[in-house]
């Protein structure tokens, strides 16, 4: 059974960081794709980032280019979004997600909220 928890949200001022952490688990994913997404009250769910588990391409969000970074950890299975200068305009909800072929999972998602 796949699982993704995602921690590490929480309330920052405007120009800070966060770094989010998603723990995947119930299988290996070295050919997936991991993600993340966020959504913002009242809309809908948008891509943030994206790699590779094997770390062979990165993408991103015009949004968010020269401020997030995606990266894993393979030994503790864990992907991580590093977010810095961070804008009012972040604050969403934070998902991730892991990707094949034929199957997606989604984590709970973790609350991101900066303060102007």
């Known amino acids: 059974q796949v699982q993704l928890v995602e921690s590490g949200g929480g309330l920052v001022q405007a120009g800070g960081s966060l770094r989010l952490s998603c723990a995947a688990s119930?299988?290996?994913?070295?050919?997936?794709?991991m993600g993340w997404f966020r959504q913002a009250p009242g809309k809908e769910r948008k891509f943030v980032a994206r790699?590779?588990?094997?770390?062979?391409?990165?993408w991103y969000a015009d949004s968010v280019k020269g401020r997030f970074t995606i990266s894993r950890d393979n030994a503790k299975n864990t992907v991580y979004l590093q977010m810095n200068s961070l804008k009012p305009e972040d604050k969403a909800v934070y998902y991730c997600?892991?990707?094949?072929?034929?199957?997606?999972?989604w984590g709970q998602g973790t609350q991101v909220t900066v303060s102007s």
């Open positions: 997600n892991a990707q094949s072929d034929s199957q997606g999972y």
């Open positions: 790699m590779l588990w094997s770390g062979t391409g990165t």
């Open positions: 119930g299988r290996t994913f070295s050919s997936w794709a």
